[in-house]
């Protein structure tokens, strides 16, 4: 069976430093993995990209959390759709 190439939605909440540099504290992204939504975030928000955003990538003071689940970083992570990405400062709560 081949594989849909629709593209996938996801909700995307900011904490923090991304928050204030995005304006915003909820929106959505595109992407298939954590890398797809970064650089869509990227494209979308020059300001957030600039403080916590290399590329496809998270800067290294910054995470992401899936759906409240894990952490991870690694552009390559897989998401689900309706997955909510929470991005935030490594030291955010602490």
Known sequence: MP???SVMQVDVELFG???????TSKTTAEGSCLG???ADLARRFPALA???IDGRSLRP???????GR?????????????????????????
């Open 36 to 38: 797809d939504v970064l």
């Open 70 to 94: 894990r952490f991870v970083t690694a552009p390559e992570t897989p998401l689900l759709e309706g997955e909510t990405v929470l991005l935030l400062s490594v030291d955010a709560g602490g």
């Open 17 to 23: 430093i991304p928050r204030a540099r995005a304006g």
């Open 50 to 52: 600039e403080a916590c």
């Open 61 to 67: 003071s910054y995470t992401a959390n899936l759906g």
């Open 3 to 5: 594989i849909s190439a």
